[in-house]
């Protein structure tokens, strides 16, 4: 493991850079940051060790989502909670075959009825430009 010269060292660079409201709340400021600074050497051994898995993230989806929005909501769509990747896929795609015109009243409809989506021009203007971060290649 590292010396103690390089946990004091970290500790104080993680200290320094934590907010302290009272002098009370710096002793245990100082105590986060020697645990935090610990955390990180433990891992770091780790890793040069060769015993840290390191894995590719499970969902290419948004580990967030928009609660105050519908569950169809671009935002949604995109989330690991209600996103479905098909879907989005099947969106983007048709976004794609059917681009921007200057009169969005009739592609709203015909989007609304193919996906069951209830989306306005807003939503579609931001589907466009959102989705296809997540469309499978």
């Known amino acids: 493991m590292a010396n103690e010269n390089d946990l ?3 500790a104080f660079e993680i200290f320094k850079a934590s907010p302290v409201a009272s002098p ?3 002793e245990q400021v100082a105590i986060n940051s020697y645990a ?3 955390a990180f050497m433990a891992v770091r051994e780790r890793n040069k060790s060769g015993k840290l898995e390191q894995s590719a993230p499970a969902s290419k989806l948004a580990p967030f989502r928009a609660p105050n929005l519908p569950d169809k909501h671009p935002h949604n769509l995109v989330s690991q909670e209600k996103g479905d990747l ?8 048709f976004l794609d075959e059917n681009p921007p015109t200057d009169n969005p009243d009739e592609l709203v409809p015909k989007l609304n ?3 069951d989506l209830g ?4 939503e579609i203007s931001l589907a466009r430009v959102l989705l296809p971060d997540y469309v499978s290649k």
């Open 113 to 115: 009825r193919a996906f």
């Open 119 to 122: 989306w306005r021009a807003p």
């Open 24 to 26: 009370i709340a710096a």
């Open 86 to 93: 098909g879907l989005i896929n099947r969106i983007a795609k």
């Open 8 to 10: 004091d060292a970290m």
């Open 36 to 38: 935090k600074a610990k």
